[in-house]
């Protein structure tokens, strides 16, 4: 089957960098896309790898590596406001049109 | 409009009942999504449209489940005789065109606010 395996829970201090990983069993996808949601709202999106390699978009970078089915979501000088649910995408190549979201990392930062 | 709408954002229903949910994209945006998310659960996909055409429903839980889109603006999600396992938050997402291999701007899925459903 199809699926993304994230950690169900991580937590760190203020201004610490994190990384939220996320493993999948699929043939074939177009790209590893990431998402944010706050508890009550709705998800936004984060940052997108269409290729191998690290994407950087402020203090949030995202990395795949379709050789390792592994990608991750890294989250430096972390701010309270991180505090929230990220979730990991791809959308197959083969069979049907379906994104597959993962299980979702829920990332508690402390002061 | 400035973001993706839903409506509504709330609906208690009973048992049996039929609900509509309605979602209103960005304007110009093609794409148009539609998501389930129990809570604290991942979303679960459930259609997409590509203009006013759904090529694919088999993400859509049963056939009491139906989604149509008009205009290639709004669009409707059905569910018909609902059960409790219904309950959830529908999500709805746009983007300016469907998610392709080459990065673009043009495939950031845009969520609206989600609308609750539960069924009693």
């Known amino acids: 089957g199809q699926s993304l395996e994230q950690p169900s829970e991580v937590t760190a201090v203020e201004g610490a960098i994190v990384q939220i990983n996320c493993t999948y069993q699929?043939?074939?996808?177009?790209?590893l896309s990431w998402y944010q949601q706050h508890d009550g709202g709705a998800p936004t999106f984060l940052s997108y790898?269409?290729?191998?390699g690290l994407e950087e978009t402020g203090r949030f970078s995202s990395f795949l590596s379709r050789s390792d089915s592994y990608g991750y979501l890294l989250l430096q000088e972390l701010q309270m406001k991180d505090s929230a649910s990220y979730f990991c995408?791809?959308?197959?190549?083969?069979?049907?049109?379906?994104?597959?979201f993962g299980t979702g990392t829920r990332l508690k930062v402390l002061a | 409009g400035a973001g993706v709408s839903q409506s509504p954002s709330n609906k208690v229903t009973e048992k049996g009942k039929d609900v509509e949910l309605r979602c209103d994209p960005i304007?110009?945006?093609?794409?148009l999504y539609w998501y389930r998310q129990s809570l604290g659960q991942g979303l679960e996909f459930l259609i997409y449209?590509?203009?006013?055409?759904?090529?694919?429903k088999s993400g859509l839980p049963s056939d009491r489940f139906s989604a149509e889109r008009t205009g290639g603006s709004v669009s409707t999600l059905t569910i018909q005789r609902t059960q409790q396992e219904d309950s959830a938050v529908y999500l709805c997402?746009?983007?300016?065109?469907?998610?392709?291999?080459?990065?673009?701007?043009?495939?950031?899925?845009?969520f609206g606010p989600g609308t609750r459903l539960t069924v009693l």
């Open positions: 699929t043939s074939g996808f177009y790209g």
């Open positions: 304007s110009g945006h093609t794409a």
């Open positions: 995408a791809v959308l197959p190549t083969s069979g049907t049109y379906k994104y597959i």
């Open positions: 790898n269409a290729l191998d």
């Open positions: 997402a746009s983007s300016f065109e469907v998610a392709g291999f080459h990065r673009s701007s043009g495939d950031t899925q845009y």
């Open positions: 449209f590509q203009g006013n055409s759904a090529p694919d």
